[in-house]
């Protein structure tokens, strides 16, 4: 140009001849704005290219997209390749019918922020080897797959996808909470550990005995074993809800707390059958009490609390001192060591005595009365058939090694009569 000055260059969105429709001006927006350019190799279809002619080897090749005004006055769209020799054009009519087809596509299928920010860089090197036409720009059902099964995991090991209703219980070590699972809507229960509680290591042993025993039983007469969430402050075991009455308060709505032999022997066949199974297992409960015996509506048994129990070899004996002083064997006051086994039968002789009763077959002022009394194996004979009689004394012998075992308690011919 004469007089010096400078060439003025038309920008991507308009040319000398005409300006762009608003419709393809917004379509051409949403490709910018997904940082990929250039944008017209993305809307060409593999026809399309193969239409191009091919450079010689070593030239670079732009192409252009461009918009102009015939003599009839109707818009042409045509490609502009641009290589070392020169320029040339390429009609392609077709170019803004497919060009609006596959936006109104992708604005029906997804939207800009639903990409996947996370690689973009993956995602842009995608779409500069594909055609618009092949990329899927919603995840795989695989990839949403991993997601769904990541977010369940983090729910089920988090708390709060329970929600805690009322109190059932306060221990030495642990609180008994009843909750809700969201995702099921059914009752738990949640035994709440107190770290600062635990603090040596026998009773952290103890603890994680308890959880692997309980993980090891599956019988509908003992409570099921579902999750263990540990928190910075405490040690969550949960478990099935066996009911919101223990077999004691459930004695307590009958005169003189005791039940007829019929009913009694409803529900000891029950609690019998739950501590044969444990004895199939070689698992010794060592803690059998009405306080351990939860009773549901239907008048099903579960027996929980096996913070006491543990695993035993046949001809192996045990030394350690626990249990509740008016359920406790000869052999266990005497501090003795003692068989595991025999021991539950003992206790389940004072269950069933205190059933029929309702009190204790060994009393005392104190600790050392009632050892003393227990010592002696002398009781009081209950009010029941001469079945029921023979078969307690059988449970409450002195001698373990000549006590009854649980299998031949559920062969006797007293639930039989």
């Known amino acids: 140009m004469k007089g010096g000055g400078f060439k003025v260059r038309p920008t991507t969105r308009c040319n000398s001849a005409i300006r762009r429709p608003a419709q393809e001006l917004a379509i051409l ?20 290219r193969s239409l191009r002619p091919r450079p010689k080897t070593g030239m670079r090749v732009t192409d252009q997209y461009c918009t102009v005004a015939t003599q009839d006055n109707k818009t042409e769209h045509y ?28 604005l029906k ?9 996370d690689v973009p860089q993956q995602c842009e090197q995608k779409l500069k080897t594909q055609p618009l036409d092949l990329f899927k720009i919603s995840r795989s059902s695989s990839q949403q797959q991993v997601n769904t099964n990541t977010v369940l995991h983090q729910q089920i090991s988090n708390l709060d996808r329970y929600l805690i209703l009322t109190t059932l219980g306060q221990g030495s070590y642990a609180t008994v909470k009843l909750a809700r699972d969201k995702l099921t809507e059914k009752l738990i ?58 077999l004691r308060s459930y004695l307590k709505q009958f005169p003189n707390r005791r039940l007829d ?58 030394g350690v ?67 029921c009689q023979k078969l307690i004394s059988q449970m409450l012998t002195i001698r373990a090694s000549e006590r009854i075992t649980t299998l031949r308690i559920l062969q006797d011919r007293w639930f039989n009569s």
């Open 79 to 106: 490609l502009r390749h641009k290589t070392a020799q020169g320029s040339y054009r390429t009609n392609k009519q077709s170019t803004k019918i497919q060009l609006e087809t596959l936006a109104d596509g992708l």
């Open 321 to 387: 001192f626990c249990g509740t002083p008016s359920y406790m064997a000869p052999e266990l006051v005497n501090k003795q060591d003692y068989f595991g086994k025999p021991v539950d039968v003992w206790a389940l002789g004072v269950l069933l005595y205190v059933l029929l009763t309702g009190h204790f077959p060994f009393k005392g002022s104190n600790d050392s009365d009632l050892y003393g009394q227990i010592k002696k194996g002398i009781y009081q004979k209950v009010n029941a058939s001469p079945q």
């Open 29 to 48: 927006d949403l490709y910018q704005q997904t940082t990929i350019n250039p944008v017209p190799q993305l809307i060409l279809t593999p026809t399309q």
């Open 109 to 117: 299928k997804t939207s800009i922020t639903q990409l996947d920010t």
């Open 189 to 246: 229960a949640i035994k709440i550990y107190s770290k600062a509680k635990l603090c040596n290591q026998q009773r952290k042993q103890q603890l994680k005995r308890e959880i692997h025993i309980l993980k090891l039983l599956d019988h509908p007469n003992i409570i099921k074993y579902v999750n263990t969430i540990e928190t910075q402050m405490d040690i969550n075991l949960i478990v099935e809800y066996g009911g919101s009455k223990s």
């Open 261 to 318: 032999e019929d009913d009694a022997k409803l529900l000891f066949r029950q609690i019998v059958k739950a501590v044969d199974y444990c004895h199939s297992l070689n698992i010794v409960h060592r803690d059998i009490k009405l306080e351990n015996i939860l009773l549901k509506d239907n008048n099903e048994i579960k027996l929980i609390d096996f913070g006491f129990s543990v695993l035993v070899n046949r001809d192996c004996k045990l």
